[in-house]
């Protein structure tokens, strides 16, 4: 048995930083990336004649689909058609199926689970037999656990393999929560579980599996990302291995430079610093060598409009400059407000994201089903925390203008 177990590849993705301009090779590039990096995974599958491929949910980025992604999926499928390769479909709160929209039609060797547990029995290219279970996300939201409909290990089978969209062992959490005990007892050879884009193994006996987004797909989400290929021994035991898929990679770099030197030698000195060996994309976080930065670019970098400068003077570097922030200097005191502001601010910012406010507001504010991903998106201690320290940086900025006034 030889499978590929794939996740979150989220075709149609918009690239999160990322501005693409029209006729410009390497905006073509940065769209056609993600769809590059699914015909990589395509092409993985045809050469090492794998048996079926495992899609674990938000195969395509949202139920709103374009007919491009449309199109290019159903071609997908029809070249692992052609050589005999199944596929297999659970969706999840990205392309979660009670949309309404009914796709392209597809070929008979896509197999798209709903939500009756009822298992797809395949006859692998080796005479091996096996049951593959899956259940689709039918709403965005998932409050309970899916396992209960998964059946327990069928006894005629070589394999039983698992498909699940969801978080394992979070407290609390609207993408079908479940325990990784709970899954254990199953009794299933291999879990592929989506909607953590993090690639990681959770155990190994038996396999229970996050593969990750194929392709990093914003800031966060940095270094390689792509699948897991799986062979079978012949004492029934799984050989696993992670597979590179990615075109673009997303990169954290600190840089520290003088920040009051000609601006030419300062993106000289940028340049220098990214690696293009394969193509990156690039977050920037810049500090000052003497701690004293200069405030023309420190502008520059809070209105973003450096970063396009930058990627104007990378024009034949094979990376892009997504996000520029100025480096956090913790103990320098002068970015501290005065001590009553500074606590009057420290007390009201606890109240705003510690209890919730602004996420209330947001509630309040977006009802409608189709702006509930603006109330998801913010729903993040990482977004939270990026908003809490822009807002920091513009107090203490515009202190520095009051007192040059
Ligand atoms: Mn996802």
């Given at each position: 048995m030889k499978f590929i177990h794939v996740a979150d590849s989220h075709l149609g993705n918009p690239l999160n930083g990322i501005t693409i301009k029209e006729d410009d090779p390497k905006s073509t590039f940065l769209f056609n990336s993600l769809f590059k990096t699914f015909i990589n995974i395509i092409d993985l599958a045809i050469s090492n004649d794998v048996d079926f491929i495992l899609f674990a949910g938000d195969l395509y980025n949202t139920t709103n689909r374009s007919i491009y992604v449309e199109d290019f999926l159903g071609k997908q499928f029809f070249r692992l058609k052609e050589k005999n390769i199944k596929v297999y479909i659970i969706h999840g709160n990205h392309d979660f199926s009670n949309d309404g929209i009914p796709h392209l039609p597809w070929g008979d060797n896509v197999v798209e689970f709903n939500n009756n547990g009822r298992a797809d029995i395949l006859e692998t290219k080796n005479q091996e037999k096996v049951a593959v279970v899956g259940i689709s996300y039918a709403d965005r939201h998932i409050e309970k656990s899916l396992l209960d409909k998964y059946q327990t290990r069928r006894d005629d089978v070589d394999y039983q393999i698992g498909l699940y969209h969801g978080e394992v062992d979070s407290n609390q959490s609207n993408y079908a929560p479940v325990k990784l005990e709970d899954i254990k007892i199953l009794g299933y050879d291999y879990f592929a579980l989506g909607h953590i884009h993090i690639a990681q193994v959770?155990?190994?006996?038996p396999y229970v599996a996050y593969s990750g987004s194929i392709q990093g797909l914003n800031k966060k989400e940095v270094g390689p990302h792509g699948v897991i290929y799986v062979q079978s021994n012949q004492d029934k035991t799984l050989n696993v291995e992670f597979i590179h898929t990615n075109e673009i990679e997303w990169k954290n770099l600190d840089i520290e430079l003088d920040t009051n030197q000609e601006l030419d030698l300062i993106m000289q000195t940028i340049k220098q610093k990214l690696d293009d060996s394969i193509f990156s994309v690039y977050s920037l976080n810049i500090k000052d060598i003497n701690n004293e930065f200069n405030d023309a670019l420190a502008v520059r970098i809070n209105f973003g409009t450096f970063k396009d400068e930058l990627n104007l003077f990378l024009e034949d570097k094979d990376v892009f400059v997504a996000n520029t922030d100025i480096a956090e200097n913790i103990d320098q005191e002068d970015d501290k407000l005065p001590d009553i502001d500074q606590a009057i601010w420290e007390q009201t910012a606890k109240e705003v994201f510690d209890g919730d406010i602004f996420l209330k507001e947001l509630i309040t504010r977006f009802k409608e089903p189709e702006e509930r991903f603006i109330v998801d998106y913010f729903n993040n201690s990482d977004i939270l925390h990026d908003i809490y320290k822009k807002t920091q940086s513009l107090i203490n900025n515009s202190k520095g203008d009051q007192d040059e006034d």
């Open positions: 959770l155990s190994e006996n």
